[in-house]
């Protein structure tokens, strides 16, 4: 009873994890698209594997980061990275120059 309580709580509490598990994930393999890098950063969340990612271009000596994260949930890592990828590029399609253009090093998409 003790621990079905507990269980409970822990739901409304954070789940009791630590945050690198909650964070930690697989990741896919670097895939270049136009002048972008776009890199698969699957966060799982219990048994399954939250979209999320971050698209990077070099500008000069910088390096630009765009961080992604979706409500998208998938059963497999798999299927989560493959899905990161084409967000990404609809992202970088649907953006175009605009994507960098502020010139910021890191921003949330």
Same mark, same amino acid.
């Given at each position: 009873?003790?621990?079905?309580?507990?269980?409970?709580?822990? %739901?409304?509490?954070?789940?009791?994890?630590?945050?690198?598990?909650?964070?930690?994930?697989?990741?896919?393999?670097?895939?270049?698209?136009?002048? @972008?890098?776009?890199?698969?950063?699957?966060?799982?969340?219990?048994?399954?594997?939250?979209?999320?990612?971050?698209?990077?271009?070099? %500008?000069?000596?910088?390096?630009?980061?765009?961080?992604?994260?979706?409500?998208?949930?998938?059963?497999?890592?798999?299927?989560?990275?493959? @899905?990161?990828?084409?967000?990404?590029?609809?992202?970088?399609?649907?953006?175009?120059?605009?994507?960098?253009?502020?010139?910021?090093?890191?921003?949330? %998409?």
């Amino acid at each position: 009873m003790a621990s079905f309580l507990s269980n409970i709580l822990s %739901v409304f509490s954070g789940g009791g994890k630590s945050s690198s598990e909650a964070v930690a994930g697989p990741s896919g393999e670097p895939q270049l698209y136009g002048d @972008c890098t776009i890199y698969a950063e699957p966060q799982k969340e219990g048994g399954q594997y939250r979209l999320a990612g971050r698209i990077e271009k070099k %500008v000069g000596e910088d390096v630009l980061v765009r961080k992604f994260i979706r409500a998208d949930l998938f059963s497999s890592s798999d299927d989560a990275i493959e @899905c990161t990828v084409r967000k990404a590029q609809q992202i970088i399609d649907q953006h175009g120059s605009s994507l960098f253009s502020d010139g910021e090093k890191l921003r949330q %998409v």
